[in-house]
């Protein structure tokens, strides 16, 4: 028997999926995905999230700032997250750095970090990272910072290899996204291979972080542009490819999966 299948990471709230939040749910229970954790990326879409979870118990929300979209804070976030967190069980996240697409605001990215994860350590409940070329940054604030007893996530990690060991000894997990089945991928998929076995989750990112088309079971478009999207239904083709990758049976695999996706989002 196969192990369920946990999606460690994604934005079911996007309103770019063509589909209705409740078919994408069906059609990727049917291949087996027990759980999903539903990322809020600011003030504007916690509401689409909150609603999504209260609808659905296979979801998990997850209510955090991206760096992308910090101007779009108001002055009360810190207490209108608080209250999103007080609602239903729920995670933190997505919250993060970023120097690579705006490294302009990168003081104010590590503020509100510092003080979600403040937050985070406070309630002990997990936080799912989004990093870019601010490894080192990321790094320090981590080791500086009071952290959730439980850990956290470093969603589809694309830092270098020799940082995968000073990060899981602070408590991180690191989560595999199907993107990086890309051919081109070479390094991160080496990479992944360093990341200790009871820390490795797999993720979709969906409708973001498409895979490459071998992968692609459930396709979908933007209505609006036409581009494709990913589908949470692809997670079970990324379980997949992973445990060759690794060369594990699938049972296993997904059972070992399980087991870090439990120890890191149980109980919520």
Known sequence: MMSPLYDAHNHLQDHRFPKEPSTLIQ??????????????????????????ARRFPILLPSFGCHPWYLEDRSESWESRLNWHLDQVPSAIGEIG??????????????????????????????????????????????????????????????????MVKPLASLGAYFSFSGYFAQERKTRQRETFLAVPGDRLLIETDAPDQ???????GFPLADAATGRALNHPANLKAVYQFVARMFGEEEPSFAARVESNFLRLFGGL
């Open 210 to 216: 498409l895979p490459p088309p071998a992968l692609v």
């Open 27 to 52: 059609e990727a229970t049917e291949l087996g995905v027990a759980r999903m954790v539903v990322n809020g990326c600011s003030e504007s879409d916690w509401g689409d999230v909150l609603v999504l």
């Open 97 to 162: 750095l970023d120097r690579w697409k705006c490294p302009q605001t990168i003081e104010i990215q590590k503020e509100v970090f510092a003080r979600t994860l403040r937050i985070a350590a406070a309630r002990n409940l997990p936080v799912s990272i989004h990093c870019l070329e601010a490894w080192g940054c990321l790094y320090d604030l981590l080791r500086s910072e009071p952290l959730p007893h439980r850990g956290f996530l470093l969603h589809s990690y694309g830092g270098p290899q020799e």
